[in-house]
């Protein structure tokens, strides 16, 4: 392996390897702005300049390749210089005010400026154009913030295959933004949010909607619930200098009740019951298919991530009868919330105000889709990012680290470890097999500690074929069938599993795709940055708290067989029809 | 900025049908399917057919060579040479590349939009002219250098661009004087 120096510390790396990777061995810190792990290396944004010993010019330590016996410095005098003016160039163009901006404390920009010391601006110039764009649900872009350093384009291209992003114009006018720099609601974007995961500065982030629950908690004619997903409680913690797979979830109840809430409950909840619901579908489909022999639209696909279903709208709208038709798991608690638990409290559906806590920027658009409305009013009005959580509680104050384990609300807070697993990629499909194989075998999934290890971790695409040996005699159809199911996360990875499903060259009876890399725990409005390092330790957390739970399958969770005996009767009920289930619309490319 | 209305067939250099129009396109996309480098002619031809790219026509592009819209978009915006507007009967072209601008390009510039009204990119209410820059037509011995249409002015004085106008503005005053329809 080559060997070269870094700062006189003798590293030896891969062939093939960076600048950049050889410094981070060496434990030394070089600072980037466009360079993101595993996805891009572009050289653009020249903040991770070094100089190179017999090397003319400096180079950008992401994209140079390393020789062996290089001797790079990366701190000398010449380089911090280089570093200096670079930002300070982008400064002069840079039209934002850090007090007010919503990055302010969390923007790398901000960070590198202070790391490399600047302290005046020496380069007065024209500011960058000013465009906001506030169109969509999700999201707020502002050029005039952007730095061009692409990451959002490589990452709707190239991970989520969407490309709604791209850079339009040239030269000084260049803007990166949808087609002919129009507003982001006219063009098929799925409102995943990655972008502004990734974006190191204030250009584009979740629209922030704290305000609006700060109104209802202060309006004494409401009264306002939260839901919280299974994937904050192993995220939010980050937003408060714990390491990333620290779990939280106590003290995130008890911040909550100091915020004001009513009731706490956990959409692991509805989490169980997506299970019970969407689990009987797949069994009704496959029955339809295997036993009548008739057309049954298989594999089914899941419908909890609200990207995914965007997507599936806009370029793969002859897919929609294989969709699901459970509402996410979000959405039916906020249908829950409204009419059993509203019916509870002797409250109308019209004084409650439910407010969801989720890792996604998308469900802010699910819960704005008017179908979305069991009760007669949205089935949920506020969805916050673990972000904004995060805001919200400190600006009332509240000292996270100190707070005690608080516990949810029962009933609607009760669940099983099923729904934990919800949180990470290939945890739908696990939980839906947890309850779906014992329903027809009788038998408990037949895998070590109930882990279906095959669709576990971050491989893009992952399968599992269980071969079913007997059953129950209400399911004898199934008798020696094997059951072959998929998953996959990001959607530039579905949409490679879909292409193989069209074209023969795989066939599954089911499959789970979620909109973000590593599922829920990724979110677009999970704390930044997440790395694959990141996302591992999150998958890890959520995979140790489901396995610390008395109950590991939602067909097991009390308060769902209480929902079920006092309320809806049985699963794909009539009433559960109602109020759990949606359809789905194509949607055109370009408005 | 695309503009939403379809191509018309009033401002285009074809006089055919706008199906017909869409007709050929669908063939000149097909012939360039699945073919490296092929966005580019394919826009080129599209523009002399329309006259100008609209909307629906860089939609019909982007799904049928299997490009992101944005990045269709991006390759139209990124090049002067494509207009997203109809385009007006001539267009008029400022060189500013070093030797033009070095030279007076930027006064000829501003001579041109006060004489013709309009900003660069845009075009004149009668649809006579549309005004707008280059990078370097390779006439930098003589600058500063215009062109309108296929020819190229030379050693142009701010003072001189209504002079060099007129000729193009006088054959439609003709006709319009005589009736006829232009
Ligand atoms: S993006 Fe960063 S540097 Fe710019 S205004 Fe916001 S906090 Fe300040
Ligand atoms: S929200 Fe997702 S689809 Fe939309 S622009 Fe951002 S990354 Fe692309
Ligand atoms: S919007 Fe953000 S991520 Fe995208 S190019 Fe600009 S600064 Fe980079
Ligand atoms: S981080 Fe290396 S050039 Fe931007």
């Known amino acids: 392996m080559p060997k070269l120096t870094i700062d006189g510390i003798q590293v030896e790396v891969a062939e093939g390897a960076t600048v950049l990777d050889a410094a981070r061995q060496a434990g030394v810190r070089i600072p980037t702005l466009c360079h993101l792990e595993n996805i891009q290396a572009i050289g653009a944004c020249r903040v991770c300049l070094v100089e190179i010993e017999s090397h003319r010019d400096l180079a950008a330590a992401c994209v140079m390749p390393i020789a062996d016996g290089m001797q790079v410095h990366t701190h000398s005098p010449r380089v911090r210089a280089a570093r200096r003016t670079v930002v300070e160039l982008l400064l002069s163009e840079h039209d934002g005010d850090c007090p007010t901006c919503s990055r302010n404390e969390d923007c790398e920009l901000q960070a590198v400026a202070r790391e490399l010391g600047i302290r005046e601006n020496r380069y007065p110039g024209e500011k960058s154009r000013r465009r906001e764009d506030a169109s969509t649900p999700a999201l707020v872009r502002n050029t005039a913030k952007c730095i061009l350093c692409r990451r959002c384009v490589t990452v709707c291209g190239d991970v989520q295959g969407v490309t709604a992003l791209f850079p339009q114009y040239r030269g000084f006018k260049t803007a990166i933004g949808p087609a002919f720099d129009q507003d982001l609601a006219t063009v098929a974007c799925v409102q995943c949010g990655q972008c502004a995961a990734v974006c190191p500065v204030g250009a584009i982030t979740e629209r922030d909607q704290t305000d609006e629950v700060w109104a209802a908690l202060s309006d004494p004619h409401k009264c306002v619930v939260v839901q919280t997903a299974p994937a904050i409680r192993a995220a939010l913690g980050e937003c408060f200098g714990y390491p990333p797979g620290t779990l939280v979830k106590g003290k995130m109840v008890s911040a909550l009740r100091r915020l004001g809430f009513h009731s ?12 019970m619901e969407e689990g009987t579908e797949l069994l009704h489909r496959l029955r339809k298919a295997l036993a009548d022999g008739k057309d049954a639209h298989l594999p089914m696909f899941t419908s909890c991530s609200p990207g995914w279903i965007r997507y599936a709208e806009y370029f793969h709208p002859e897919l929609l009868p294989n969709l699901s038709t459970c509402k996410s798991p979000q959405q039916m608690m906020g249908a829950v919330l409204k009419t059993y638990y509203a019916g509870k409290l002797g409250r109308k559906p019209a004084e409650m105000f439910v407010v969801a806590v989720m890792p996604c920027t998308a469900k802010k658009a699910e ?55 919800f949180a990470n990629t290939g945890g739908v499909m696990e939980a839906a097999l947890r309850t779906a194989c014992e329903l027809i075998t009788g038998r408990e999934l037949p895998f070590p500690n109930l882990h279906v290890r095959p669709l576990a971790g971050l491989a893009g695409v992952k399968e599992a074929s269980i071969p079913i040996t007997e059953t129950v005699p209400a399911w004898s159809f199934l008798k020696g069938a094997t059951l072959h199911v998929a998953v996959a996360h990001g959607l530039g990875n579905a949409r490679q599993l879909i292409e193989r499903i069209r074209s023969g060259a795989a066939h599954y009876h089911f499959v789970e795709i979620m909109t973000c890399p590593g599922g829920c725990i990724g979110g677009g409005g999970q704390p930044r940055l997440t790395s694959d390092a990141v996302r591992q330790a999150r998958l890890a957390a959520i995979y140790q708290e489901d396995e610390h739970r008395a109950l590991r399958k939602s067909h097991e969770n009390p308060a769902i067989q209480q929902l079920y005996a006092d309320f809806l009767g049985h699963p794909l009920s009539h009433k559960a029809h109602e109020l759990l289930h949606t359809k789905y619309t194509p949607r055109p490319r370009v408005s | 900025m695309v503009t939403d209305k379809p191509a018309q067939a009033g401002h285009c250099p074809e006089t055919a049908s706008r199906e017909e129009l869409f007709r050929r396109l669908d063939e000149l996309i097909a012939g ?151």
């Open chain 2, 32 to 182: 360039y399917q699945g073919q490296a480098g092929g966005l580019i002619p394919v826009l080129q031809i599209a523009q002399g057919l329309f006259g100008h790219l609209p909307a629906d026509v860089v939609q019909r592009i982007s799904a049928g060579l299997g490009k992101p819209y944005s990045e269709v978009a991006g390759v139209i915006t990124f090049y002067s040479f494509f207009a997203t507007r109809p385009r007006g009967r001539h267009v008029v072209r400022v060189c500013l590349g070093t030797a033009c601008y070095v030279r007076g390009g930027q006064q000829v510039l501003a001579a041109l939009k006060k004489e013709l009204g309009v900003d660069v990119g845009e075009t004149t209410p009668d649809h006579l002219f549309t005004l707008e820059v280059a990078r370097c037509f390779g006439a930098c011995g003589l600058a500063p250098a215009i062109s309108i249409d296929d020819e190229v002015y030379q050693r142009v004085k701010p003072s001189k661009v209504r002079e060099l106008l007129v000729r193009y503005r006088e054959p439609v005053r003709a006709a319009a004087a005589q009736g006829v329809k232009s």
């Open chain 1, 367 to 421: 819960a704005r889709r008017p179908e979305m409305n069991a009760s007669g009013f949205s089935d949920v009005d506020v969805v916050l990012t673990t972000r904004e959580l995060a805001r919200m509680i400190r600006q009332a104050g509240i000292d996270f680290k100190a707070l005690g384990e608080g516990q949810m609300d029962s009933p609607l807070g009760e669940s099983t470890g099923a729904a934990d697993i």
């Open chain 1, 264 to 275: 706490v409950f956990d959409t692991n909840f509805a989490a169980d019951l997506t299970i």
